[in-house]
């Protein structure tokens, strides 16, 4: 059982940038693969090692994930905001240990309450 709390979100302009935060309880967390997604579509995943990153096209070379296991905290770093950008972000847990990330939000079973990021023109 993982349960997750998002923060970091709130009102920028475009180009500006923001990290969020997903801090986990939970034993299973440094097993488990992590997403964030932008209400149901995938936005970016980390494997449970870290070692394999993933992100959807509209935000590659604009956003990081990434991963600290011992603070059992995943991170997304936005920069060149736009206002396509817009929307409340999840964070989500596979369901399956020791796996890769995945864009399919159905392979996701802990998800936070979210953090919205307004950018505005």
């Known amino acids: 059982q993982l349960q997750l709390v998002e923060a970091g979100g709130g009102l920028v302009q475009a180009g500006d940038s923001l990290r969020l935060s997903c801090a986990a309880s939970?034993?299973?967390?440094?097993?488990?693969?992590m997403g964030w997604f932008r209400q149901s579509a995938f936005v970016a995943g980390i494997g449970w090692n870290g070692?394999?990153?993933y992100y959807s096209d509209s935000v590659k070379g604009r956003f990081t994930i990434s991963r600290d296991n011992a603070k059992k905290m995943v991170f997304l770093q936005m920069n060149s905001l736009k206002p396509e950008d817009t929307g409340v972000y999840y964070c989500?847990?596979?369901?399956?240990?020791?796996?890769?990330?995945?864009?399919?939000?159905?392979?996701?079973?802990?998800w936070g309450q979210g953090t919205e990021v307004i950018v505005s023109a």
């Open positions: 070692d394999d990153k």
């Open positions: 939970g034993a299973t967390f440094n097993f488990s693969a």
């Open positions: 989500g847990a596979r369901t399956q240990l020791y796996t890769i990330a995945s864009s399919d939000r159905g392979a996701y079973a802990y």
